[in-house]
Each structure stands twice: as structure tokens, then as C-alpha cells.
């Protein structure tokens, strides 16, 4: 698996620490996981542009 180094406020770092431990994880789970679900929200926003835009089509050519 590949590191990454990132930078960040102290308290942001403190609040993902609080979750992490709340959610008996480690940081790097918590953070892994957050990138997953703000990826898969980029994927459905352009899905559902995609979509718009093809009716957007249909209409004009029809």
C-alpha cells in the first residue's frame, strides 16, 4: 500500500482522531474511508449530469 503524507490543521487532525477512536478504527480506516465515500458522491454526481444531459439531447432532437 502507498503512504501519503498530508497536512492539516491540529484540530481537524484532533476531530478524525475522536471519530477513529469512537468508531474503534484506526485513522488511516477513517480517512481511507471518507475518500471512498466522496469519490463514489464525485461518480453519482456525474452519472446523474450525464443523464440530465442526455434527456437535455432527446428533447433537442426530437
Known amino acids: 500500500m502507498a503512504r501519503v503524507l498530508i497536512s492539516m490543521p491540529e484540530e481537524f487532525l484532533s476531530r478524525i482522531d475522536e471519530v477513529a477512536e469512537g468508531e474503534n478504527r484506526t485513522r488511516s480506516e477513517l480517512i481511507r474511508e471518507a475518500l ?26 426530437d
Open 36 to 61: 471512498r465515500t466522496y469519490i463514489h458522491k464525485q461518480r453519482v454526481k456525474e452519472n446523474a449530469l450525464a443523464i440530465k444531459n442526455a434527456s437535455i439531447l432527446e428533447t433537442l432532437l
